[in-house]
């Protein structure tokens, strides 16, 4: 149980154009999930939280105009990033929570903008 | 955002040896959780503490909740090489949010 996917695993877009990232809990539902950043040799830095039916969470540094969140269901929520530049290039991954706290991952998505 | 520190850093070790590795906090936690995350991949969920004292174990790992609630450590027994990888800690440390504050990492190598 608690399987969390995200599509694309990974996308190569050009420079200004937009990218939307989709995180699924398979066998559950998640009012909450997390959509993290990772550099490599790097720890996982939360952007922000998404909750469902209501607006995401943006942690301090995170242009929320730039990372757009959309919770619409309870099993699914949506990372789109938005005229992207090569410096938004990184490992987006998002977990999402269940009933007792413990948080699932997804594998994961690379992002490459050239 | 802020980070537990986490310990060591990264290790060598031989095949069939123990690890271990802590997280210290200056907050207090009321649930730590232990992953697993290989190159590529998002981490897996290991083991989840929810209170003080706690010792739980997942075949032949083990972790442990502080009596402090300020660390928590995680230990393998026997390693073998599918131990590779990097091990993160997270703790959830306050009411009114449910987000998890993330261990630095210990990248553990295991020689066969």
């Known amino acids: 149980g608690a399987v969390v996917s995200q599509h694309p695993s990974r996308v190569i877009c050009k420079s200004g154009t937009s990218v939307k990232i989709e995180c699924r809990s398979l066998d559950f539902q998640a009012t909450t999930m997390f959509w993290y950043r990772q550099f490599p040799k790097q720890s996982l830095m939360l952007m922000a939280t998404?909750?469902?039916?209501?607006?995401?969470?943006?942690e301090q540094g995170v242009e929320k105009d730039k990372f757009l969140i959309n919770h619409a269901s309870l099993t699914l929520s949506t990372l789109t990033v938005t005229s992207a530049h090569p410096e938004d290039s990184s490992f987006y991954i998002c977990?999402?929570?269940?009933?007792?706290?413990?948080?699932?991952f997804g594998p994961g998505t690379r992002l490459t903008v050239t | 955002g802020q980070q537990l520190n986490q310990s060591p850093q990264s290790m060598f070790i031989q095949e069939g040896e123990d690890v271990s590795m802590n997280c210290t906090s200056s907050?207090?936690?009321?649930?730590w959780l232990w992953y697993k995350q290989d190159p590529g991949e998002g981490p897996v969920l290991l083991i989840a503490l929810y209170k003080a004292g706690e010792l739980t174990s997942n075949g032949r790992l083990t972790a442990q909740f502080g009596i402090t609630r300020k660390d928590s450590f995680l230990n393998i027994s026997a390693s073998i090489p599918s131990d590779v990888g990097i091990y993160f800690c997270?703790?959830?440390?306050?009411?009114?949010?449910?987000?998890?504050?993330f261990g630095t990492g210990t990248r553990l190598k295991v020689l066969a």
């Open positions: 907050s207090i936690f009321n649930t």
């Open positions: 977990s999402a929570r269940t009933g007792n706290n413990e948080q699932y």
């Open positions: 997270a703790g959830h440390w306050a009411s009114g949010t449910y987000k998890y504050i």
């Open positions: 998404s909750n469902e039916g209501s607006k995401a969470t943006y």
